[in-house]
């Protein structure tokens, strides 16, 4: 199979929405009146990003999962993507069934591919998404203030967990096996809340590299600090479990875990009627985890109000 008869099999979409898509040197695009363009690249790297016998389906998927991830985290509704794709070698079955798992998640959010790259090399998956966003209406990290009630969507920790089990660092018994494995190869991006939240959200940023990390980059950005509440952290029942070593892990996974894909966001505490709405109308948990304070930094308390001390971080691909 030649390269073009690859993208014409696998890549190539009907894209009703491009004036332009795959099959050119460049595609074309139309920005509607009064929108912004909206532009995020995420890249996932085999043995970094995901194992190499990582499931294909799940894989296409969770590609563009980690990049519509980016744009609900700016409150921007995604329009179309770019695939940038590196093989070791054509793998029809492993082909046929990453490029469904792509699409199966594009068609739920209306994305359309309109182009890409294709070469020979070590296995890398990269995305550039592109949405728009009313002008001046895109959530930054920078907009918290001092007051703000910190939230977070759905669940954290879960999908680091699920990692630590496929690594053999723990065994997780089979019905948490099940969910945290989810967690971590399904990612559900908040599109909607992201989208929702707009007008209401004064900062945001989506949870790729542990909460404590990316909640630091909105701290920078505003130039404020956080008080955190550990005990307030929306977590599955599986950290209420026993041992101290599986609690010093079940806390590095909530607050340095990686993946979870959940937006971090502050609010006026004057939204948290529309939050709590939001949050039923969504079927999404949305819990206050804490509160912008003026200063530097970050302090996560326990339920008893002593500061915890923490060893990790969050993920950084070179520390
Ligand atoms: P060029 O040589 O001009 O860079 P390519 O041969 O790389 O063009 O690509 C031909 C067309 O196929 C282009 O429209 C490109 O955007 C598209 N394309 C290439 N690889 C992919 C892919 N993996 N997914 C979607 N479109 C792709
Ligand atoms: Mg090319």
Known sequence: MTEFELIKRFFTR??????????????????????ELVVSTDMLVSGTHFLPDTDPFLLGRKTLAVNLSDLAA????????????????????????????FFALADEYGVELIGGDTTRGPLN???????????????????ALAGDDIWVSGK?????????????RIQLPEHARVSCLAALQQPQPRVALG??????????????????ADLSHILESSNVAAEVRYDKLPVSSLFASNGDEMLELAQNCVLSGGDDYELCFTAPDTQRDEIAALSSRLHLPLTRIGKIVSGRGCKVRKADGNVMVLKESGYDHFA
């Open 74 to 101: 700016m409150g921007a509704q995604p329009r179309w993507a770019t695939l940038a794709l590196s093989l070791p070698q054509v793998d029809e079955n492993w082909l046929q069934q990453f490029s469904e798992g």
């Open 195 to 212: 989208l929702a939240l707009r007008g209401i959200a004064r900062s945001m940023i989506d949870i790729s590299d542990g909460l404590l």
């Open 14 to 35: 009907p894209t009703p929405g491009a004036k332009l898509g795959v099959g050119d040197d460049a595609a074309l695009l139309r920005i509607a009146e009064g929108m």
């Open 125 to 143: 998956l990269c995305v550039t998404i592109l949405g728009e966003v009313p002008k001046r209406t895109a959530v930054r990290r920078s907009g």
């Open 156 to 168: 954290l920790g879960d999908a680091a967990l699920g990692l630590a089990h496929l690594r053999g």
